[in-house]
């Protein structure tokens, strides 16, 4: 068993307990958020603070924290209270250097638009401009602003409803859906580390929606212990509806692979079952899950 380390953020600094939730809660999507005050002075930052919450009504929410140093808050933060608008642009890695330099603290009044290099385009129905360059931009109404706190590092939820989106034709797959692979969205991490879509770091997994899968809880012990299977296997293997019937695994008993396993380890039962656990593990590695029951039922 692995050995926990207990913190109480009691007992901890603002900035030591920031540092071990950045680190633990990743990767976090990116809000680039474009803003005005009521002069008509732009701002652009980006918010880590970040997620979608509901499709109906369409809202984001994200969190322009007070700084841990003095307690000030951000740019960001006064604008959507002078004008509650804002457009919420999401981050490819093409343009993430362009981001990070936006997060500059420059004073008020000065534009991270013209700072960072990215072009205003006139939104459709807010203020605050979009950012051209961005595969995706969110044009958002505002409805609420709820404060956690006045110290140092508390945060300051923005409640957006989007009103408009704006989506880069460039990402969209044949079925009209975003392509994760083309948008290549960055995401952040704790310290100064960020991450990125690869193509060997996506994979799908079946999502148990409609399905009443029979659980973890169902397999049978001699398997559920096994050294051989991890934890995603088990899952896997607990997200069919039923297993196969004794007919199907009569059949698969008669497969040339079964019949040859049999003489190799027919004097090793420990060996079969290790055997059949591999076999079955890399049969669920393929999405085989259906083969890999197969393996794991099979008597010597």
């Not at 890695?93 to 004073?107: F, N």
């Not at 000065?110 to 051209?132: C, M, Q, Y």
């Not at 952040?188 to 997994?205: E, M």
């Not at 591999?278 to 899950?289: D, F, S, W, Y």
């Amino acid at each position: 068993m692995k050995h926990m380390k207990t913190f109480y953020p009691k007992d901890l600094s603002t900035v030591e307990v920031q540092n071990l939730l950045q680190g633990a809660v990743t990767p976090r999507p990116i809000a680039f958020a474009s803003t005005v005050d009521k002069a008509g002075n732009v701002n652009l930052s980006p918010f880590s603070f970040f997620n979608m919450f509901s499709a109906n009504p369409p809202i984001l929410i994200f969190s322009p924290s007070r700084r841990v140093r003095d307690k000030t808050v951000k740019h960001t933060l006064e604008n959507v209270l002078e004008v509650p608008e804002v457009v919420i642009h999401i981050v490819g890695y093409d343009r993430v250097e362009q981001m990070s330099l936006a997060s500059t603290e420059y004073p008020k009044g000065v534009n991270e638009f013209v700072k960072a290099g990215l072009t205003p385009v006139k939104s459709d129905l807010i203020s605050p401009p979009r950012v051209k360059e961005a595969a995706v931009a969110l044009e958002c109404k505002v409805n609420e602003v709820k404060a956690l706190g006045t110290e140092g590092g508390a945060g300051n939820l923005v409640i957006c409803e989007v009103v408009a989106m704006h989506i880069s034709e460039s990402i969209l797959d044949e079925k009209g859906a975003i392509d994760p692979h083309k948008l290549s969205p960055v995401a952040r991490l704790g310290g100064s580390w960020y991450s990125k879509i690869t193509p060997d770091s996506l994979f799908q997994i079946p999502k148990p929606l409609t399905n009443l899968g029979i659980g973890v809880d169902q397999i049978p012990d001699e398997i559920k212990n096994s050294p051989i299977l991890s934890g995603n296997n088990l899952g896997r293997l607990g997200n069919v509806m039923v297993l196969p019937t004794v007919e199907e695994i009569s059949e698969f008993s008669n497969s040339e692979e079964i019949r040859e396993m049999r003489v190799r380890f027919k004097n090793d039962p420990d060996s079969w079952v290790d055997h059949l656990h591999l076999r079955a593990k890399e049969e669920l590695e393929k999405g085989n899950v259906e083969t890999a029951w197969k393996f794991l039922l099979q008597k010597q």
